[in-house]
Nanobody, 115 residues
Framework: QVQLVESGGGLVQPGGSLRLSCVAS????????MGWYRQAPGKQREFLAG???????NYADSVKGRFTISRDNAKKTVYLQMNSLKLEDTGVYYC?????????WGQGTQVTVSS
């Protein structure tokens, strides 16, 4: 029943930046902890970053120092600022609840890092 719509992906060169957005619906957003997840080609979906309802953050080692998660409760939106992108960051990026995702995933947004 939770609706999640990701956007902001695209093609970027190594070292570049992107900012992803995720708009949540049918949820009391201010009480929800949210996270970003990534599925690379041929790989399982992995956790990247999470933010609690009070703003505490958590990052996977692979993105710590490069990615920043944030939220805007008024807009019911969670963001992922991605800097210093690497080839291995390529994949489909999803948002969902954190630390335990629901079984309802959105379509995600494709991020391709290529020279």
């Amino acid at each position: 029943q939770v609706q999640l719509v990701e956007s902001g992906g695209g093609l970027v060169q190594p070292g570049g930046s992107l900012r992803l957005s995720c708009v949540a619906s049918r949820i009391i957003f201010r009480f929800a902890s949210m996270g970003w997840y990534r599925q690379a080609p041929g790989k399982q979906r992995e956790f990247l970053a999470g933010i609690t309802n009070v703003g505490a953050t958590n990052y996977a080692d692979s993105v710590k120092g490069r990615f920043t998660i944030s939220r805007d409760n008024a807009k019911k939106t969670v963001y992922l600022q991605m800097n210093s992108l690497k080839l291995e960051d390529t994949g489909v990026y999803y948002c969902n609840l954190f630390p335990t995702a629901t079984g309802s995933w959105g379509q995600g947004t494709q991020v391709t890092v290529s020279s």
